[in-house]
Antibody
Framework: DVQLVESGGGLVQPGGSLRPSCAGS????????MHWVRQAPGKGLVWVSR????????NYADSVKGRFTISRDNARNTLYLEMNSLRAEDTAVYHC????????????WGQGTLVTVSS | QSALTQPASVSGSPGQSITISCTGA?????????VSWYQQHPGKAPKLMIY???HRPSGVSNRFSGSKSGTTASLTISGLQAEDEADYFC??????????FGGGTRVTVL
């Protein structure tokens, strides 16, 4: 079965850094483009970043550009989100998602990892 | 990037049909056939219901359908069932090579 499992969230102070990861299994990870999205408690979904299957093409939301870096290690079937200069408004559950090959929908999502930015 | 506009809530009785709208601009919904819809139950991960405006993934009930006219996309749920009660989000690609969600719609089955 296809699985995406996020980890690496936690409590961090404003201005700090964190690197959540997303481990994929049950499919050929290197064939798929991937997204990160986030959801603050009680709020809606917000897109964060996207990466191509080979890691050479990346895009970011304006709110995180210059602070967050998406990357992947296809040998380890793992997606990462390097988060720097964290702010209180970055507090959210971060979900990774797999993009359908040849289309634009995300057909599988992980359960998410909670990032809390607070002093 | 401004969020797409969805009604905050929509309700219907079991068996009825409801439609959720998702309004954007020519730079997102109106410019591409790259709109998808997600269902989310409390505390759960999103679930893909429709992709690329009107395509339904395998395993999703044919009671769910999608369409688009101009800068507004729509998700229709026919034969409403209790299990359809959830939050629904639309999502579109934009000219900035970014993606934008709608604010979400809470569907209530009366």
């Amino acid at each position: 079965d296809v699985q995406l499992v996020e980890s690496g969230g936690g409590l961090v102070q404003p201005g700090g850094s964190l690197r959540p990861s997303c481990a994929g299994s049950g499919f050929t990870f290197s064939n798929y483009w991937m997204h990160w999205v986030r959801q603050a408690p009680g709020k809606g979904l917000v897109w964060v970043s996207r990466i191509s299957s080979d890691g050479t093409n990346t895009n970011y939301a304006d709110s995180v550009k210059g602070r967050f870096t998406i990357s992947r290690d296809n040998a380890r079937n793992t997606l990462y989100l390097e988060m720097n200069s964290l702010r209180a408004e970055d507090t959210a559950v971060y979900h990774c998602g797999r993009i359908i090959v040849g289309a634009t929908g995300v057909d599988f999502w992980g359960q998410g990892t909670l990032v809390t930015v607070s002093s | 990037q401004s969020a797409l506009t969805q009604p905050a809530s929509v309700s219907g009785s079991p068996g009825q049909s409801i439609t959720i709208s998702c309004t954007g601009a020519s730079s997102d919904v109106g410019g591409y056939n790259f709109v998808s819809w997600y269902q989310q139950h409390p505390g759960k991960a999103p679930k893909l219901m429709i992709y690329d405006v009107s395509h339904r993934p395998s395993g999703v009930s044919n009671r769910f359908s999608g369409s688009k006219s101009g800068t507004t996309a729509s998700l229709t749920i026919s034969g409403l069932q209790a299990e359809d009660e959830a939050d629904y989000f639309c999502w579109s690609y934009t000219t900035s090579s970014t993606w934008v969600f709608g604010g979400g719609t809470r569907v209530t089955v009366l």
